[in-house]
């Protein structure tokens, strides 16, 4: 059974009444989905904050879902609107990196407590936010290109040139941050 048949399932028996169902939806895609979350605001207890208003309205509209996309796709897209909607809301600016963010000194008392997944979220949080998104869907969440179109509301094109974008930033923010250590992965 393919992960969608699978959440079709679960869905239909929401749908049909049973609640304790979507706590299987939830468990399922929660992590995925804070992870997007905190990637575009930045901010853990807001991220946490918004994503249980964002399954709060999935399981009102639930009914609603027909099946034209992946369940996770109709979810993010849920999460990203919601997110943005903060960003507006709280008008948020976005982290600007600094070259010198991080010293030599600091960097090699941390650098044996840092793990490549650490690296990559710190480097992610610092990016802009539309690069960030595209990079934790495609990579992350492992959608394809048009599944992430749907989810980000971007085209086609933007999100390729996005992606493209956001491969090189990584890159260099990660060379920024860790240096040495970088090469060594």
């Not at 964002?54 to 109709?74: G, L, N, R």
């Not at 989810?151 to 992606?163: D, E, P, R, Y």
Request: with cysteine.
């Amino acid at each position: 059974m393919t992960n969608e048949e699978h959440d079709k399932l679960i869905i239909e028996r929401v749908k049909n009444g049973d609640h304790t169902a979507f706590r299987q939806l939830v468990d399922k895609y929660k992590d995925d989905s804070l992870a997007l979350a905190c990637s575009i605001l930045k901010d853990q207890d807001l991220a946490e904050d918004v994503l249980q208003d964002v399954f709060i309205k999935i399981y009102d509209k639930i009914k609603s879902f027909k099946y034209q996309s992946a369940f996770y796709t109709w979810l993010y897209r849920f999460v990203v609107n919601k997110c943005y909607n903060e960003l507006r809301k709280h008008k948020k600016n976005r982290v600007e990196m600094k070259d010198d963010m991080i010293t030599s000194d600091e960097l090699s008392k941390k650098s044996d407590a840092v793990d490549q997944k650490t690296m990559i979220n710190t480097a992610l949080d610092l990016m802009k936010p539309d690069e960030a998104l595209v990079l934790r869907l495609f990579y992350l969440s492992e959608l394809k290109i048009e599944e992430v179109v749907q989810v980000t509301g971007f085209g086609a094109s933007k999100v390729k040139v996005t992606l493209h974008r956001a491969r090189k930033s990584l890159a260099e923010t990660l060379r920024k941050l860790f240096g040495k250590e970088i090469e060594e992965l």
